[in-house]
């Protein structure tokens, strides 16, 4: 019985169709592991968000203090007076957190009743971050006048937002392609607003 065997035409033709079925199915997966990333964000800003709400339910007042040593400080950034310091986000993820008393210096609290707010499993002391390992972008309505400011402010790479929404805590995350200025990249964002994706001007639009 004459054996069988592959010519290297239909070696070559297996290997090439296996190579389009590979780049069909790679976006696909990609796609999904994106979509997956996006949705545990979005989970990870409303539970933040909820745990500045419930503090603010609780105290009349925002987390947006500290206090180092006997000075009384701001959590918001010197050059926007709405949007909280980077630099002092994980102050506020202390806060919320109940373990003011890491922050060096700290000798009065703000979460006088020591309530854990924001306990999450396997979340270490002031670290909260979105599933690229970012800290969120934090906005809060400092004026507490039923809305947060943003006239005057400059326009981030990669968000544009009115010069006022009423919302008392705004909470994003620019997604994986942080700090680049394309409509892909924006599009990547997540946000704790309701927001649609307006094609024709590649940017979200707040839909409420």
Do not use: C
């Not at 409509?183 to 001007?201: G, I, L, R």
């Amino acid at each position: 019985m004459k054996k069988s065997h592959f010519t290297l035409v239909e070696l070559l033709v297996v290997i090439g169709i296996i190579a389009v079925l590979a780049g069909i199915l790679l976006p696909a997966v990609s796609g999904s592991l994106q979509k997956a990333d996006q949705t545990k964000a979005k989970a990870q800003i409303t539970t933040l968000v909820n745990a500045i709400k419930q503090f603010e339910a609780t105290y009349g007042y925002l987390p947006t203090n500290y206090y180092n040593s006997n000075t009384k400080t701001s959590l918001f950034a010197s050059s926007t007076s709405e949007k909280i310091d980077p630099n002092l986000y994980r102050e506020l993820i202390l806060i919320l957190q109940n373990k003011e008393d890491e922050v060096s210096g700290r000798t009065k609290f703000i979460n006088v009743k020591k309530i854990k707010f924001l306990d999450i499993q396997g979340n270490q002391p002031g670290v909260y971050q979105d599933p690229w390992d970012r800290d969120f972008i934090v906005y809060m309505d400092n004026a507490s006048d039923g809305k947060i400011d943003f006239s005057g402010e400059a326009s981030g790479t990669s968000t544009t937002f009115p010069d006022k929404m009423y919302f008392d805590v705004i909470v994003y995350s620019e997604g994986a392609k942080e700090g680049s200025a394309t409509a892909k990249a924006v599009k990547d964002n997540v946000y704790s607003f309701p927001a649609a994706w307006d094609p024709a001007n590649s940017k979200f639009s707040v839909t409420k």
